[in-house]
């Protein structure tokens, strides 16, 4: 199953919440659908190859143990790059994931597909504070993990995927952790991405933008109730292009080459 990607332009920006996604990696981006494309034919754009240097960085999980991606070949791999104190969007990516995950694992293909979420904040998602986040989705899926890395490590793997980050005065008055309580002393402007790998590591395709999360999707109330007004707005009145996890499915279905039912 080949992937149409269609461009996207004209997004607003705000902290924390999704912006134009450079596309120096060579991928395109969905938002608002997914389609098949029958022609047979070929699309660079659709099949690029991970370079040795990304695939082989030394992710973490939050035991310290190293995670590359080149560790799940074989499998899918979607990636979500997650900031865990982020008020606006990335609350709503992870719980579409998480519950993409669930739906993987129950139709017994959770060892055929991998979900990251990849902090853009290693200065603050440290390993203890990743634990949590992960946590807070109890019981997580064993197909979803939390990753951090070194910053250096995190800064060559987001470039190479066009994500970007810009750190930005916090809100006044400014936001607390929802895990220590600490009063936050900065936010991060970042692009809202979802990555997906095939099994041989090649990057397939992505959805843009804020996710539309539907009635019944788990968002643990520490991070319903952390949301900011953006926030809240996202999560009531979500965008008409707007993803979804039945789009997510609908693109790794492709990939497996299996239905998978939300």
Same mark, same amino acid.
Request: proline residues 7%; charged residues 15%; hydrophobic residues 40%.
């Given at each position: ?8 332009? =004209? ?45 082989? +960085?030394?992710?973490?999980?939050? /035991? =310290? ?14 990636? /979500? ?48 504070? !990743?634990?949590?986040?992960?946590? +807070? ?11 951090? =890395?070194?910053?250096?490590? !995190? ?34 402007? %970042? ?10 590591? %090649? ?15 788990? +968002? ?10 953006? =926030? ?31």
């Amino acid at each position: 199953m080949s992937l149409a990607v269609f461009m996207t332009a =004209g997004l607003a920006l705000a902290a924390c919440a999704s912006g134009a996604t450079d596309t120096s990696s060579g991928a395109a981006s969905i938002q608002g659908g997914v389609s098949t494309n029958d022609s047979g034919n070929g699309n660079d754009d659709m099949n690029i190859a991970l370079p040795p240097n990304i695939v082989n +960085l030394p992710l973490l999980d939050p /035991s =310290g143990r190293a995670e590359p991606l080149s560790a799940f070949k074989g499998k899918v791999i979607v990636v /979500s790059d997650v900031m865990t104190l982020c008020q606006e969007t990335c609350p709503l990516d992870t719980a579409n994931l998480v519950q993409a995950a669930r739906a993987v694992e129950k139709a017994g293909l959770g060892d055929q597909v991998e979900f990251l979420s990849v902090t853009i904040d290693p200065q603050r998602d440290t390993p203890a504070q !990743l634990a949590a986040y992960r946590q +807070l989705f109890a019981p997580p899926p064993a197909d979803w993990a939390t990753l951090t =890395g070194a910053p250096d490590n !995190l800064a060559a793997l987001w470039k190479n995927f066009g994500v970007w980050s810009q750190k930005v005065p916090e809100s006044n008055p400014p936001a607390k952790n929802w895990r220590t309580g600490e009063t936050l002393t900065y936010d991060l402007d %970042h692009s809202d991405d979802v990555f997906f790998i095939d099994q041989n590591l %090649h990057e397939q395709t992505l959805l843009d933008g804020p996710a539309h999360v539907v009635q019944g999707t788990q +968002l643990p109330s520490a991070l319903q109730s952390y949301l900011s007004d953006t =926030g809240h707005q996202n999560l009531e009145h979500p965008s008409a292009d707007a993803w979804t996890t039945q789009q997510v499915l609908q693109i790794v279905s492709g990939l497996v080459h299996h239905s998978i039912p939300q």
